[in-house]
Nanobody
Framework: VQLQASGGGLVQAGDSLRLSCAAS????????MGWFRQALGKERERVAA????????AYADTVKGRFTISRDNAKNMVYLQMSSLKVEDTAVYYC??????????????WGQGTQVTVSS
């Protein structure tokens, strides 16, 4: 699967932004999907994940209640709706995919990042 993330930009604290990730291929519904971010000088962090069916989601404590991950398997898309953005949300955001055969917690397929910058 090939992944293409988009939707990043420069926003102010408190604003909302929606990231999109387009996936290629006809087997998108067989992949669990995740959104990760990496801020300058920091380790990569998984911020949200969604199961193949979209029924199960998980969030990092740092974004819980503010970010929502969703997917549309008919369109091969996964989204990250970000609300009440904070300066500390500034990072490059990546979408990633894993299969049932992947090692636990390991995402094998990555898109290019999209920069999100939140100003105060």
């Amino acid at each position: 699967v090939q992944l293409q993330a988009s939707g990043g930009g420069l926003v102010q604290a408190g604003d909302s932004l929606r990231l999109s990730c387009a996936a290629s291929g006809r087997t998108f519904s067989t992949y669990d999907m995740g959104w990760f971010r990496q801020a300058l000088g920091k380790e990569r962090e998984r911020v949200a994940a969604i199961s193949r069916s979209g029924v199960s989601t998980a969030y990092a404590d740092t974004v819980k209640g503010r970010f929502t991950i969703s997917r549309d398997n008919a369109k091969n898309m996964v989204y990250l709706q970000m609300s009440s953005l904070k300066v500390e949300d500034t990072a490059v955001y990546y979408c990633a995919a894993r299969t049932v055969a992947s090692a636990p917690g390991k995402y094998e397929y990555w898109g290019q990042g999209t920069q999100v910058t939140v100003s105060s």
